[in-house]
Structure formats: C-alpha cells, structure tokens
C-alpha cells in the first residue's frame, strides 16, 4: 500500500520521531510508527508479545463487532475504525492503514465542499424529489388516501 502519494514507486517512509499528527501549535507529534506500549513491556520480550497479541484479540472482537453493525443498526464503520485505531496502538500496518484512510476522507470531505460539486448535488436532490412528490400525487389521485386502519367503522 501506498500512503505517501498517489504515483507510482513513490514509498512513504517515516522518519525516527516523525509523524502526520500535529499539534494546534504546529509542531510535530514527537511519538513515530510503531508500538505505543509502556517501555516496562516493551523491555520484556515475551510481556511485549503477549501485550500485542491482547492488542490484536481486542482489536479483532471490535472489528468483527463492527463488520455485524453494517447490516444490524448501529455505526458500524466507525466500530470497524475504532478496531483499526486500537490495532494501531501496536502494529506499524495498522497505523499507515489509518494514515491513508484519513488522508482519503480529507479529500473527499474537500471536494464535497467544492461549489460546483454542492451546487450539482442540491440540483440533483431536488430532481429527486420532485420525481418522488409526481409518484406520490399520481398514487394518490389514482387509488386515493387509505388509512390502514379502519376509523369509521368504530
């Protein structure tokens, strides 16, 4: 996956004590890619792993809860975001993943606040519900307005 830019065989690489987040003052996040767990885990091999592979379970059930809410109501993609954000506390894959996702929706949040593009989606819209409002007025002039329930007989 490419997460620096959209040309071909341009790698992003991070560089030590770099990162996309910034601060309101400007100044760069001083924490990098990698593992955000204490350095008391971090010192110990097998503690580490096992807190990664807790990481990882936790992750998983988060995101399995998520893939359940897209047909189910409920805000799936966000649980399925919110899985991938507890994924990139640990894993460097799982951080670029959110790197690109958020570079992704920026964008797309930028050209919907385009002009022309909101100018053709209220143009759009209103097509759509003058359709909608023609089908229900001929329904209505052709069968008329039935109750579901029967009021006069009472």
Not at 84 to 90: D, G, L, Q, R, S
Not at 125 to 149: C, D, E, N, Q, R
Request: charged share 20%.
């Amino acid at each position: 996956m490419n997460t620096g830019s959209d040309d071909p065989g341009e790698v992003a690489v991070a560089s030590e004590g770099a990162s996309d987040e910034t601060r309101a003052d400007g100044a760069r996040d001083e924490q990098g890619l990698g593992s955000k767990a204490p350095e008391f885990i971090k010192a110990r091999r097998a503690l580490h792993v096992s807190w990664q592979v807790g990481v990882f379970v936790v992750g998983l059930a988060v995101v399995v809860a998520g893939i359940i809410m897209l047909p189910l109501p409920g805000p799936g993609w966000v649980v399925i975001f919110g899985g991938m954000a507890i994924w990139a506390t640990e894993f460097v894959w799982a951080q670029l993943v959110l790197r690109w996702t958020k570079r992704k929706v920026t964008e797309a949040a930028q050209r919907a606040l385009d002009p022309a593009v909101r100018r053709r989606n209220i143009v759009l819209t209103s097509i759509g519900l003058v359709i909608v409002g023609a089908l229900v007025g001929v329904y209505v002039w052709k069968f008329g307005v039935v109750m579901p329930w029967k009021i006069k007989d009472q």
